[in-house]
């Protein structure tokens, strides 16, 4: 599988992004889908999770209630709508995909794949 995520870019602070990461193949709906995120000098991070069916879903709790993750298995596309952007969402923002089970949502190393990254830069 390969993921190409894209819709980045600079927004105001309270402002909206919605991200989009399109996968190849005809497998995608066998696939977990997370966003990551890396702040400049900090570590990669888990931002959200999306069962393959598209009926559960995980977010941090700096997240919660701004983020929204959803896919369309139709379109092998996976979405990060994110609203009320602070400048603390400011990084770079991966796409990935695990074949692993729902309850290692959150972990990086069960990811199989991952896009190139999109930076999301939030000014105050």
């Not at 997370?34 to 995980?58: D, I, M």
């Not at 701004?66 to 400048?87: C, E, G, H």
């Not at 290692?104 to 069960?110: K, P, S, Y």
């Amino acid at each position: 599988v390969q993921l190409q995520a894209s819709g980045g870019g600079l927004v105001q602070a309270g402002g909206s992004l919605r991200l989009s990461c399109a996968a190849s193949g005809r497998t995608f709906g066998r696939y977990i889908m997370g966003w990551f995120r890396q702040a400049p000098g900090k570590e990669r991070e888990f931002v959200a999770a999306l069962s393959r069916n598209g009926g559960s879903t995980y977010y941090i709790d700096s997240v919660k209630g701004r983020f929204t993750i959803s896919r369309d298995n139709a379109k092998n596309t996976v979405y990060l709508q994110m609203n009320s952007l602070k400048p603390e969402d400011t990084a770079v923002y991966y796409c990935a995909a695990s074949t692993s089970i729902w309850g290692l949502r959150v972990r990086e190393g069960v990811y199989d794949y991952w896009g190139q990254g999109t930076l999301v830069t939030v000014s105050s």
